[in-house]
């Protein structure tokens, strides 16, 4: 062969001989339709022959038309087939996991290196994000949601029963223990999307809800306000889950010795009920539900 083939002009031909219009071929391969016209132009002058009638906006095959189709045909579906199982092949090799933002920054990227030493033949993407996933449009493998566990027609897992308690840097501490009416002297952190409230603990203990200064704080994701508090910026009412490190390491402590903990469930494994077949999903469930049975 000593002259390039016109891949493009093939591409934009099957396009158009397959649904029969410039508009659907345009479609289908992401180009306007002026750009597979003048595809097919290219492909008919270096055929020398004519492939289509223009019959108002159908596009009808000649029969040289005809004949170059059935010939390219099965090639194309081959390389097509070959190509989908290339995808499917790095995909098996990839997992895609989706967390909610404070879950994804808290829990599993400091504790990511343990799963990847695991499984060291096995890639990771992890999205942080709490944008509605559509597992087949974003090729999403397992999904760790936070909410209230009712999404039906997934597979739903609850993960963990979470506590919320007061927490707050010990350097703001005047004394080792404080009761819950000495909360009113600290700046309150807030996260305004946690399951869990600074007005249920206030309800939980009978206090009026406004029992610290008015000047407070707050954040739409729980990782930001329990960086707050560590950082002395107030106390704040935050999951002991996503503040392990944080408790572990004295960062943060929960001095408040007469107050109750809200008991939560607000971390769920969601996936379609056919990625539960998938080594990948089975493998990195097993080893989220070991870790946080260490904690």
Known sequence: MDYPLPFKAIAAFHATARHGTV????????????????????????????????????MVLTEAGERYFES???????????TRRMRGYKAANVLLVRAAPSFATKWILPRLDDFLAREPNLGVRLDATNE??????????????????????????????????PMLSPALLAK??????????????????ALASWSQFFHLHGLPERTAPAAGLQFDRSYMAVDAAANGLGMA?????????????????????????????????????????LRKVERFMAWLRETLARR
């Not at 391969?29 to 597979?36: E, F, N, Q, W």
């Not at 080792?176 to 999307?193: E, M, W, Y």
């Open 23 to 58: 508009t659907r071929a345009g479609e289908v391969l992401g180009v306007s339709p002026s750009a597979v016209s003048q595809q097919i132009r290219l492909l008919e002058h270096h055929l020398a022959t004519t492939l289509f009638l223009r019959q108002n906006r159908r």
């Open 72 to 82: 390219i045909s099965t090639a194309l579906d081959m390389v097509d087939t070959a």
């Open 132 to 165: 509605p996933t559509d597992f087949d449009r974003d090729g999403v493998d397992l999904e760790i949601r936070y909410g209230q566990g009712e999404w039906p027609g997934f597979y739903v897992e609850s993960l963990v029963e979470d506590e919320f308690r």
């Open 176 to 193: 080792p223990s404080l009761t819950v009416r000495d909360i009113a002297g600290f700046r309150l952190i807030q996260s305004v999307k």
């Open 237 to 277: 009412f935050e999951s002991t889950l996503l503040a392990h490190r944080e408790l572990a390491s004295g960062r943060l402590v929960c001095p408040v010795t007469d107050a109750r903990p809200v008991a939560v469930r607000a971390h769920w494994l969601v996936c379609p009920h056919r990625h539960l077949r």
